[in-house]
């Protein structure tokens, strides 16, 4: 597809970049459905990843659920993308972490091919950031602010109901991992 910056695209036209970017599946965002959950929160303070404190892309320090709410109050259309594969089992980590940097990469693309047309706009990633061996949390700033985005579940959302909503599978089978980000374009 040939990006035109001059031209504003029409929301099926960000899901054709999405999927030449290189997710499995792009659908245009149910915005409706982006409903910021305490209980959510509340799964990632119980610190199943081991990620909650430790990098500025998990809580507390992605920030209240009040000021995303706000923040995203001010978008009324955007974009969710995934990466799915299969699984050997389902201790067959290795393609997990092969599935996730797959995912990280092109979400990494994706952004920076949505922020020239749509410089204000919204990336919620999947899972911690995992940019740097050590993050820098919490005794020195961020050492890449302008790619940090906290995860769906960071920011409180019920991934599988914004799949739903938004006519995505969440979950495609046994065997299969997939995983979830979206971005809110303005
Ligand atoms: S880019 Fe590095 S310092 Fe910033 S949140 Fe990610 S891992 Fe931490």
């Given amino acids: 597809m040939i990006i035109n910056h001059t031209e504003e695209l029409n929301i099926s036209d960000y899901s054709e970049l999405a999927l030449e970017a290189g997710f499995t599946y792009a659908a245009p965002l149910a915005v409706d459905a982006l409903i910021f959950r305490q209980e959510v929160r509340d799964m990632c303070a119980a610190d199943l990843c081991r990620s909650y404190g430790k990098c500025w892309s998990c809580p507390p320090a992605a920030g209240s659920l009040e000021h995303i709410a706000e923040k995203a109050s001010g978008y009324s259309r ?43 706009c919204l990336p919620m990633g999947a899972g911690a950031c995992t940019r740097c061996r050590k993050c820098t949390y919490p005794d020195r700033p961020c050492r890449h602010p302008d790619r940090l985005w906290p995860s769906m579940e960071a920011y409180g959302l019920l991934v599988s109901d914004v799949c739903v909503k938004s006519g995505l599978g969440y979950n495609y089978g046994s065997g299969t991992m997939t995983f979830t980000s979206c971005i809110l374009i303005d």
């Avoid at 993308?81 to 990280?104: M, P, W, Y």
């Avoid at 990469?105 to 204000?120: E, M, N």
């Fill in 78 to 120: 955007g974009i969710i993308v995934q990466t799915s594969g299969e699984l050997k089992d389902d201790f067959d980590i290795a393609s997990i972490h092969r599935l996730s940097l797959k995912h990280n990469a092109c979400f990494d693309k994706l952004v920076r091919q949505v922020r020239i047309l749509s410089p204000g």
